[in-house]
């Protein structure tokens, strides 16, 4: 017996597993890069492990009462189409968006307060240029009231899709991200906690199966979305790791 186990032993160590390069593309999903692009060749060399879009509410909600589902369901079909899971972002304010106004401008004619801030450049309907954007007061109650049944809206329609990896919660702030820098505010930091918490309960009570996301600019309320049990409720998510521009912070 001892023998033969020498043997098997020595058997073993003289064997030797060769690995050979595979140049082919293979997919990782949900890890690695994110597509932003309903365009992109699937045999490219980018190993592609999801998409990933953020959608301004006045192009999802632009008439009172009526919803805009096409971008959505458009970017669902595509990235499952490659195999691919999908994520998004709500936004209501955008430093960056390709116009005046992020939120409806409806919510606005209803009598929700706003104000003007100065953004990224974009051009206006009548072919001329300008950098004014609008953004609502997030403590406003029509607002809120609005934004609400649009989130629930949203969540009726997507909540547990598996074709989704998960969304993040968003809404509140500049690009939807929990702060209020960009905007033209006297006080970016003028918002209560008790009041964001508000934007993050319209996610956390209507979103019960597919996953959630929280960016990491407002640690108060990533404290209060995690939640006290053992499995959080949400998950983190970071933009821009690395940055200097986040050295700073």
């Known amino acids: 017996m001892t023998l033969a186990v020498s043997g098997a032993l020595c058997a073993a160590r003289a064997s030797e597993i060769k690995f050979e390069e595979n140049p082919d593309i ?33 192009k999802l909600q632009p008439v009172e009462g009526e919803y805009n589902w096409e971008p959505i369901d458009r970017a669902l079909e595509f990235f499952s189409k490659n195999g691919l899971p999908f994520y998004f972002r709500i936004m209501c304010t955008n430093f960056h968006g390709g116009r005046k106004y992020s939120t409806p401008e409806w919510i606005f004619q209803k009598g929700a307060k706003w104000h003007e801030f100065e953004g990224m450049e974009y ?30 809206a949203l969540a009726a329609r997507y909540d547990g899709d598996p074709r989704i990896g998960g969304l ?68 983190l998510r970071r933009d821009g790791v690395g940055s200097p521009w986040h050295f700073g912070r």
């Open 26 to 58: 293979f997919q990782n999903p949900g890890q690695g890069f994110s597509s932003n692009s309903l365009w992109f060749n699937p045999k490219t060399k980018v190993n592609y492990g999801a998409g990933y879009f953020r959608f301004e509410w006045a």
């Open 123 to 152: 051009k206006t309907p009548d072919g001329g240029k300008s950098k004014t954007h609008v953004s609502a007061y997030f403590d406003d109650p029509i607002f809120l009231e609005e934004h609400e049944k649009f989130i629930k």
């Open 168 to 235: 993040d919660l968003g809404s509140f702030g500049n690009w939807g991200e929990w702060h209020c820098t960009s905007m033209g505010l006297e006080d970016p930091n003028m918002y209560s906690l008790e009041l964001r918490k508000k934007y993050a309960d319209m996610y956390l009570q209507n979103f019960k199966k597919s996953d959630i996301f929280f960016m990491t600019d407002d640690f108060q309320v990533l404290e209060y979305a995690l939640g006290k049990r053992k499995k959080p409720r949400v998950g």
